[in-house]
């Protein structure tokens, strides 16, 4: 399966939108669906997810709208795809399929080097927090700026 979807990009590039928001300030999905360039009714549905899985709230009202759900360095990466593709999503296969210890070792092998492959890879979007995306995105900006002499 696939973890990188467009569901996860778009809803990545959501929720860096709301951290750049004032404080307790929401903003509509409409807004966010401009800024971002994400289809709104798809945002709607991707809000309606992150929602259930914490990651946004919903305030109603005539200023209502959306706000991130928790500090931007408390959501990781894994948090997201675990919301779109269920909390199973970096489960490890405990066996080989089709293999035995007869085969000359080669099925344990490649098993091992999958194992690991799959660790590394749980462990980095564990590890890469909405804070981390946001002080990169944030350096990104701000080199371009240098570059642009503004």
């Known amino acids: 399966m696939t ?3 467009s569901k996860v990009e ?13 404080s307790g300030r929401a903003a509509q999905s409409h807004e966010i669906a401009c800024r971002q360039g994400i ?11 992150m929602r259930r899985a914490g ?15 928790r500090g931007a360095a408390s959501i990781t990466v894994g948090d997201v795809m675990r919301a779109f593709h269920g909390e199973n999503c970096f489960a490890e296969e405990t066996a ?3 293999s035995c210890p007869r085969d000359g070792g080669a099925a344990w092998v490649v098993r091992d080097l999958r194992r ?10 564990e590890g890469t927090t909405l804070a981390d995306l ?6 990104l900006q701000d080199s371009q700026s240098l570059m642009l002499g503004i």
Do not use: H, K
Request: cysteine-free; aromatic content about 6%.
């Open 39 to 49: 289809p709104e009714a798809y945002l709607n549905q991707l809000l309606v997810a």
């Open 55 to 69: 990651l946004v709230r919903s305030i109603r009202g005539a200023s209502g709208g959306y706000v991130i759900g």
């Open 96 to 98: 080989p399929r089709g």
């Open 134 to 139: 946001d002080a990169e995105r944030r350096r």
């Open 10 to 22: 778009y809803a990545l590039r959501a929720l860096l939108d709301l951290t750049e928001q004032p």
């Open 116 to 125: 690991r492959v799959d660790a590394a890879l749980r462990d980095l979007l």
């Open 3 to 5: 973890l990188f979807t």
